[in-house]
């Protein structure tokens, strides 16, 4: 019968008065949920040929005369055509004239009853503009739809309606409604008639509104369209590119019906409201005037997590990892990750002794790992939350690092495994640029999480910033539009529509593995905390939220008048949480102790003691056996693979490569390779990530060998160095520093068994990924207890190439480092240095030779313990003749030179030297050259510090020591307000008790890092070195 109705629908149209009476008959009792509509027609009795056995063959002539009217009979020609000009029912259909030798001729002269011909154009060009107005729907039907829950702001920041759009009543009043319905119809926009509106039209593919129909009339298309688009769900998909998923995301939210829950799943609904809803009314109580950025205004947030959660474990997902704004932390701490509530209530106490090493950091800061089972799906979920700073948005790279190296870890390829959930403020995701960066990490080979959940907390204003001053585009979630991610906007006081758009997220992301935004449209009771006053600048606003009712009382009323629950049921679910956090609370005033690291987002497990101590405080040996320095240099020099056409200008270099191994030497290239190798060999996996760090910035590297005749045909010798070795990943980034540095930071910290590198592609680019730097790696352990060992690689030295590219700023990172430069630490104290590095919050090193570079880096991973790692790398020195390394200075027993002292003569007759210089890095090469140039080898002793800090007292004083005739300065080639000056001087003054001054040799202060003339700079560094040199220079300063 589907078919006979559907035939008769499109070749009779309803009358106004019909429909009007079967849509009232069918219309749902919900204005949001949709049930299945049947369009009943005039009854087909009258044509005696539309019956159910013949439909099909009708519905087949139909369109086949629609195509061609001379291709039917002329019986039909004739029905078809009074069928299409509107003749009444049971008049269209004529009888055959009776078989006789005249009936061919009489039926040639039959003439239609309407006096017209098939309007076919007319017929097509109706079909049409409705396949118009619902793609206008599609399109823009989330500008009309109802998201304000206050009613006062648009969320699109627009009170205009699309021209193309009919709209509801809801939006706008009946005679609007009427005008606008009149001039899309009569002759308007679309071109169709009133009396259109009751007529039947197919639908396209392109749309699921009518369900099991293949055609609705006008009114009910635009009905259906309404509901679909423009109630409590706005849906941006259409700028998708990819016609598979837009007809997902249609057929999930256009089929009727679609959108219904289970007296249980309103009941569970119901319940996680009232846990989100009373754990921050009992905050409050507790605490009311303690800041704690509480949820009220979108406490839907919790059951809309906790959906997200279920439907992605019920796909496969066993680990969630997510990161999130300071807003709500704690309400998703206790109902989301499962935080014990006496260790969240007494942190609130002002008496609370801190335990653990560092800082600390407030408590809507930290994070927290716990593995629970999921009592929806009954399966394991281990749920992880980062810790993050007050600078909103740094986190999203470090989930999304921090999900890759999950994933990577597992062997989970497609994301099935392991997902992200982040979270966003409204202001702050229109507003920082990381999240720009962040979403362009998301598809590309080495960085995506195959899919990110985001959602959007959308207060619909900032701290007390209106959004029509705090963006310019119509949604804060605008953004995630580069990355044909689909945006949900959802009307958070209807908690059905929020779970119901959440669900379909979670769907999409473990169908499509991309990412997705759901934008819980909401608004913020309080002000940007619980002691700030917002009337100050939104005063209409907080006038009507002082008036709306909370989402839990809306809720629950609804369910009652369903019937869904009673008021006692609801009153005991409130009674028996609140009951909960009492008990709780009575037991944290038990607690005494605040222990960070109960607070750990990324344990270790086996890493270190039960008690989180490292499992020894020596470092073995950094060397390597000559075999295995031999073997990784033969893999280095040449192509694994067969069949591989490189470069010729590659083949030179691989030759060079092959004649520094037979000389038993190393380069600045061979010697990192040879420690990245060798940590393979170990089961330490390698990723080393930036721009371009494939080839090398300076083409020193080439760690991928491109095929010069195949497309994407590439080797990495790398992985072709032993059997069993750990994988090696080298991945040129997108031209991003803040994102992709805080990618590797995340990707760090999910195991202590990887060496994970970042190399900017200057060491001044690190200064646009400064937040990472400042918030993260300097005081990471200090806030968090949390140790990372991730290393950054920053090209640094001044080459006459200008301001740009020459400095890495070393006397920031100095600066930031937490030793005391007035106190002479016990110098007696066993194993000092590996106490120091332990102690220390990071690690700054500028190696003046490969060989040092190779230890350091293989130093990373031997200590028992991690740290931050910062190198300032040459850049001249990458083919610098003198900057070679003999094997012998890598063997088995040998480590890591925090200084290198004089060799040469001055150091024979220690007595006669009269100057004894410091310097770190490449200024090296350029003392020694002119020290040689000016016959002064027995005069002048130079000593290289290669770790600058921890600083390294021990061996300075028996430099100091040493030469005891000789005055002490200080050489650089970097501006005396820059580089190391400031930091070595108050040291060097503290190691010898500041028995002796430290002269300064090296460029005058400045503003820019360097000159941007070349004879300027050539003249500067001859200044510097006549200073170093002149053993008179400091006479007139004693």
């Known amino acids: 019968m589907f078919h006979l109705r559907t035939c008769a629908a499109k070749l009779r149209p309803l009358t106004a008065s019909q429909t009007v009476k079967t849509f009232s008959q069918n219309r749902p009792a919900a204005a949001r949920t949709l049930g299945q509509i049947r369009c009943f027609t005039a009854p087909v009795a009258a044509e005696p040929f539309l019956s159910g056995t013949s439909s099909n063959y009708v519905e087949e002539m139909y369109y086949a005369w629609l ?154 298309i635009i009905r259906r369209l309404e509901m679909a688009y423009c109630q409590h769900i706005g849906v941006e998909f259409m700028f998708i590119n990819d016609l598979e998923q837009c007809q997902w995301i249609r057929q999930k939210f256009e089929t009727p019906g679609i959108m219904q829950f289970t007296n249980e799943e309103k009941r569970t609904l119901l319940a996680r409201l009232v846990r989100s809803t009373r754990f921050e009314d009992f905050l409050q109580r507790k605490w009311s005037s303690e800041k704690r950025f509480g949820l009220e205004g979108c406490e839907v947030l919790i059951p809309a997590l906790k959906t997200i959660i279920d439907k992605s474990s019920e796909n496969g997902v066993d680990y969630v990892i997510m990161g999130m704004p300071h807003r709500g932390r704690l309400n998703v701490l206790a109902n989301v990750i499962r935080k014990e509530l006496e260790q969240i209530f007494c942190q609130f106490d002002s008496k609370l002794e801190a335990a653990d090493e560092g800082s600390g950091d407030v408590k809507y800061h930290l994070g927290m790992y716990h593995r629970r089972i999921n009592r929806v799906t009954d399966r394991n979920i281990t749920l992880s939350l980062v810790a993050n700073p007050s600078h909103l948005e740094a986190a999203d790279p470090v989930v999304m690092g921090k999900t890759k190296a999950e994933q990577f870890y597992c062997g989970d390829t497609e994301g099935k495994k392991v997902m992200s959930i982040l979270l966003h403020g409204d202001a702050a995701f229109a507003g920082q640029g990381i999240v720009y960066e962040t979403f362009h990490l998301s598809d590309l080979p080495s960085y995506t999480t195959h899919g990110t959940v985001h959602v959007v907390v ?136 605040l222990h960070i690291k109960h607070w750990l987002d990324s344990p270790w497990p086996g890493f270190f003691t039960l008690d989180g101590q490292p499992r020894s405080m020596t470092c073995p040996s950094t060397g390597l056996t000559e075999d295995i320095l031999t073997h990784i240099g033969n893999v280095a020099s040449s192509v694994p693979v067969e ?32 420690a990245f190798g060798s940590l393979l060999k170990e089961g330490i996996h390698i990723r080393l990530s930036g721009q371009d760090v494939e080839r090398g910035t300076f083409s020193h590297r080439h760690h991928v060998l491109h095929d010069q005749n195949v497309d994407k045909k590439t080797c990495i010798p790398m992985n072709h160095l032993w059997p069993n070795q750990a994988p090696y990943t080298v991945c040129n980034s997108s031209l991003s520093e803040y994102g992709v540095l805080g990618f590797e930071l995340g990707f760090a910290m999910a195991s202590p068994n990887a060496l994970v590198l970042w190399e900017a592609q200057f060491g001044d680019f690190h200064n646009t990924a400064q937040c990472i730097i400042d918030q993260f790696i300097c005081p990471g352990q200090a806030k968090w207890v949390r140790q990372n060992g991730i290393v950054l690689l920053l090209p640094h030295g001044m080459e006459g190439m200008g301001p740009e590219h020459s400095s890495a700023r070393p006397e920031r990172f100095l600066q930031m480092c937490n030793d005391d430069p007035d106190v002479l630490p016990n110098l007696e104290e066993a194993n000092f240095d590996i106490n120091q590095l332990y102690d220390c919050n990071w690690v700054v090193v500028n190696c003046s030779t490969p060989g040092n570079f190779f230890h350091v880096l293989r130093r990373q991973i031997l200590l028992p313990f991690r740290k931050p ?63 040689k140039a000016r016959g002064m080898e027995e005069q002048v002793a130079i000593t290289r510090i290669e770790q600058l800090s921890p600083f390294p007292f021990d061996l300075l004083l028996r430099e100091v020591q040493k030469y005891p005739n000789a005055e002490l300065a200080w050489c650089q080639e970097e501006h005396k307000n820059q580089g190391y000056y400031d930091y070595v001087k108050p040291r060097l003054r503290t190691t010898i008790s500041r028995a002796k001054p430290v002269w300064y040799a090296g460029r005058d202060p400045a503003a820019a890092p360097a000159t941007g003339n070349k004879k300027t700079h050539l003249t500067e560094l001859q200044r510097l070195l006549d200073t170093a040199f002149d053993l008179d220079a400091f006479k007139n300063f004693s």
């Not at 907080?542 to 909370?550: C, E, G, L, M, T």
């Not at 069949?643 to 030759?655: A, D, E, P, Q, Y």
Request: aromatic fraction near 8%.
């Open 67 to 220: 195509e061609n009217p001379k291709s039917v009979h002329k019986s039909w020609d004739i029905f078809f055509r009074n069928t299409n000009a509107g003749a009444p029912p049971g008049t269209a259909y004529q009888s055959p004239l009776p078989l006789s030798p005249g009936s061919l001729s009489a039926m040639a002269r039959a003439q239609p009853l309407v006096d017209t011909q098939p309007n076919v154009d007319k017929l097509v060009e109706d079909h049409l503009a409705v396949q118009s107005l619902i793609r206008a729907y599609q399109i823009r039907g989330h500008h009309v739809a109802q998201l304000d829950p206050l009613g006062i702001l648009d969320a699109d920041l627009d009170s205009s309606v699309p021209a193309d759009i009919i709209s509801s009543t809801d939006k706008l009043d009946l005679a609007v409604f009427k005008e606008r319905l009149r001039m899309l119809t009569v002759g308007g926009f679309y071109g169709l008639d009133e009396s259109d509106l009751d007529k039947v039209f197919h639908l396209p593919t392109t749309t699921f509104i009518g369900g099991q129909e293949s055609a609705l009339p006008l009114r009910e």
């Open 458 to 593: 959308n207060n619909q204003i900032g701290f007390t910033t209106d959004p029509r001053m705090a963006r310019s585009s119509p949604y804060p979630t605008d953004v995630a539009r580069v990355v044909n991610a689909p945006i949900f906007h959802v009307n958070s006081d209807d908690p059905e529509a929020v779970m119901y758009v959440c669900k379909v997220a979670a769907e999409w992301r473990s169908t499509f593995h991309k990412d997705v935004v759901v934008d819980l449209v909401c608004y913020r009771r309080n002000g940007h905390n619980e002691m700030d006053e917002p009337m100050f600048t939104q005063p209409l606003m907080y006038k009507q939220i002082r008036k709306q009712k909370p989402v839990l009382q809306k809720y629950a009323e609804l369910l009652v008048s369903q019937g869904v629950v009673d008021q006692p049921e609801y009153e005991e679910e409130i009674s028996k949480y609140d009951r909960i956090c009492e008990e709780a609370f009575a037991r944290s005033k038990d607690e005494k102790i």
């Open 643 to 674: 069949n591989f056409t490189i470069h010729g200008g590659l083949s030179r270099i691989l030759k060079t490569r092959g004649e520094l191994v037979k000389n038993r030497t190393v380069d600045w290239a061979l010697a990192e390779y040879m």
């Open 869 to 931: 790692l910062i190198i300032f790398t040459p850049k001249s020195l990458l083919r610098h003749p003198e900057a070679r390394t003999s094997f012998d200075e890598m063997l088995s027993g040998t480590h890591f030179q925090r200084v290198i002292p004089e060799d040469g003569l001055a150091a024979k007759n220690p007595e006669n030297v009269k100057r004894l210089l410091f310097c770190t890095g490449k200024v090296y090469y350029d003392l020694t050259r002119e020290r």
